[in-house]
């Protein structure tokens, strides 16, 4: 089964003294987990997405067609940073995915199973 793995960050964690510092720790446990990823023959995909100012959100209040809203989804202060999407057995090896990504500062892993496109 497929899991997403959603990593909400705060962005502020990439700012200030040590930005370039946390950016590089984090990417090197980024490419240390798929480096494991790969390693053991998982199948994934995953990208960065862009700062949370770029994003547009459709948002449904339970009426009508939705509105656009400028920015993300939630108004938090964590932003959707990327995603993961590996093949795992079940929900406790995704898990196991998920607690290997590196997030500086306060965050979250949303998981959650691909619904297979045959159901």
Not at 15 to 42: D, F, P, R, W, Y
């Amino acid at each position: 089964m497929q899991y997403m793995l959603l990593i909400n960050e705060s962005e502020d964690a990439y700012t200030g003294e040590n930005a370039a510092q946390v950016m590089e720790e984090t990417l090197a446990g980024h490419l240390k987990l798929i480096e494991k990823l790969t390693e053991s023959g998982t199948e994934w995909s995953g990208n960065r997405l862009r700062e949370a100012h770029t994003a547009t959100t459709l948002r449904y209040s339970g009426e009508g067609d939705g509105v656009l809203h400028d920015g993300p989804y939630a108004e938090t202060h964590e932003e959707l940073g990327g995603y993961y999407i590996v093949d795992a057995p079940d929900l406790d090896a995704a898990v196991e995915w998920a607690r290997m990504i590196p997030i500086p500062g306060a965050g979250s892993i949303e998981i959650r199973p691909i619904w297979p496109e045959d159901e």
